[in-house]
């Protein structure tokens, strides 16, 4: 079995065992270029954080000492959805595969039997028992998880995206991390201010918003979105429309479909489909009306194809694979026990693909993005990452919040 066929993605199966078989100086390329493309998608921006490591047998201790590549298992768990989604667990396990074919770590997802922290919990205890020394959790969802995980195996090490310090709790109480966790999350709020600021840039003036469940990291990239457009409208002296919509879920359903479509018949040009594969019903509505649909988390372009204006990204291959150097280089004390959220100021974890495929607009040009980009790295853009308060608009801007 090769690295490509390790991380082909199953729909019908529980979880998947994989070893990988090869060489890190080798198969790098090849390793990503199988994550990335097993079911068609190039969401995967896994080479980000993989190609900087350079432990071949990886890991370590929290001392310093590298660990042989044999004796390590990296275990991921999904979050209420699967590896199949096009969006947040898929990129996740894709990264993991990624970086275990590169390293010649064995590697394996679960998938709980149902949602809820038990289960998320007995997902856990069954990847440790098959060897797991590393545990990668995509979500908030985790928080009780880890809470009450990590002093029942205190020599696992756990990393998780998209949790924050709040989401540690147990029994309803806030719980501090142990030296074996370590999280983070991201400034989702300057992902949503570049697509929508670009989106106004290139001329549209009638946008949406579809949100998953109206969990922070999803308020943000909203938030933010909105922020974005209002700056555009305001610098170019034009009228905006804006819908704005949580559908309560991470999938498309016909409901949420039908919605859509009222929507883009309404006169709806773009929407900025935010939670999971919920794009699904964007993307379905937008065909039938001549939409466009903006993706999330990853670069979507692949999957939506020439409906997706742009993705608003973060950086979820850079924090797994820069988490897991750590581990395997030795330097983990340097990061267990921390919760960091990662934006621009950081590193590149946040932006919109510009590569010539998935830069789908026609009048904003990558000198504008730059110059904004830059604009928030150096903090003279200011974006609020307030999720209790709905952004203020100057008066060019309508915002429609839809309950």
Not at 42 to 51: E, R
Not at 359 to 380: H, K, M, P
Request: charged share 20%.
């Amino acid at each position: 079995m090769t690295g490509v066929q390790t991380c082909a993605l199953p729909i019908s199966i529980m979880k998947k065992k994989v070893v990988s078989l090869l060489l890190a100086a080798a198969m790098t390329t090849a390793a990503l270029a199988g994550c990335g493309s097993s079911n068609g998608s190039s969401s995967s921006d896994a080479s980000t954080g993989a190609d900087s490591t350079s432990a071949t047998s990886a890991s370590a201790s929290t001392d310093g000492e590298k660990k042989d590549a044999a004796g390590e298992k990296i275990a991921m768990i999904t979050d209420s959805g699967d590896i199949t989604d096009e969006s947040f667990n898929q990129i996740t396990w894709e990264t993991v595969c990624a970086y275990g074919d590169a390293n010649g770590v064995e590697y394996e997802y679960y998938k709980p039997a149902e949602d809820t922290d038990e289960e998320r919990i007995n997902s856990i205890d069954l990847a440790v028992s098959e060897g797991a020394t590393v545990v990668v959790m995509p979500g908030y969802l985790f928080g009780p998880a880890i809470a009450e995980e990590q002093d029942t195996y205190p020599d696992v090490t756990f990393i998780a995206v998209d949790v924050t310090e709040s989401d540690i709790v147990k029994n309803g109480k806030a719980v501090d991390l142990g030296k074996n966790v370590y999280i983070c999350s991201f400034e989702e709020e300057q992902a949503g201010y570049l697509a929508g600021y670009a989106a106004v840039k290139d001329g549209y003036t009638s946008l949406g918003f579809l949100g998953g469940i109206a969990v922070p990291a999803v308020i943000r990239f909203g938030y933010g979105y909105v922020q974005g457009i209002n700056a555009a409208a305001e610098e170019d002296g034009v009228d905006v429309n804006v819908k704005y919509y949580y559908g309560g879920q991470f999938y498309g359903d016909d409901s949420i479909t039908a919605r859509m479509e009222g929507w883009y018949a309404d006169g709806t040009q773009v929407v900025f489909a935010c939670g999971g594969g919920i794009w699904t019903s964007a993307l379905d509505a937008a065909e039938t009306h001549d939409g466009k649909v903006i993706g999330v988390d990853v670069d979507q372009r692949s999957k939506i194809g020439e409906r997706c204006l742009t993705s608003a990204m973060k950086g979820l291959p850079s924090a797994i694979n820069n988490a897991l150097d750590s581990y395997f280089s030795g330097n983990f004390s340097e990061l267990g026990g921390t919760a960091q959220q990662l934006g621009l100021k950081d590193g590149d974890y946040i932006g919109l693909p510009t590569d010539s495929e998935s830069w789908g607009f026609t009048t904003f040009t990558q000198d504008q993005y730059e110059t904004v980009l830059a604009g928030i790295r150096d903090g003279s853009i200011e974006i609020s990452s307030d999720t209790e308060n709905q952004p203020k608009v100057g008066s060019h801007v309508t915002v429609d919040y839809i309950s």
